[in-house]
C-alpha cells in the first residue's frame, strides 16, 4: 500500500448546487484550504484571467475567501475508507 493515494470525498455548494467531487491526495489528511485550492481549479482552470487562481503561498484563510469570491462555499472534506479487494475477506 506504499505509495497508494489517499481518497477523500469533497461536498461542497457552487454557485448554490450542491456538488460533489472525489480528490486523490498523497497525504493522509485533506485540508479545507487544500480542497478549496483543488476546487477553485477545477472550476476555473479555462479562465483567462491568472488573477482568479490563488497564490501557490497562499494561507488557508485567504483559499476559503477565494472560493467564496468563485462561489464556492460549505467545504466538507471526508477521507473514503478503501474498499477491500474482491475475495480478499472471503473464505475458500
Known amino acids: 500500500m506504499f505509495g497508494k493515494p489517499h481518497r477523500f ?3 461542497y455548494i457552487y454557485q448554490n448546487d450542491p456538488r460533489a467531487e472525489i480528490v486523490e491526495a498523497e497525504t493522509e489528511r485533506l485540508s479545507q484550504a487544500d480542497a478549496a485550492r483543488h476546487l477553485i481549479q477545477l472550476h476555473n482552470a479555462d479562465a483567462e484571467n491568472s488573477l ?6 497562499a494561507d488557508e484563510a485567504q483559499l476559503r475567501e477565494q472560493a467564496e469570491v ?5 467545504i466538507r472534506v471526508t477521507r473514503l475508507i478503501h474498499e477491500h479487494e ?3 475477506y472471503q473464505q475458500p
Do not use: K, Q, R, S
Open 52 to 57: 482568479i487562481m490563488p497564490n501557490a503561498d
Open 70 to 74: 468563485l462561489g464556492i462555499t460549505d
Open 9 to 11: 470525498e469533497v461536498n
Open 86 to 88: 474482491p475475495g480478499h
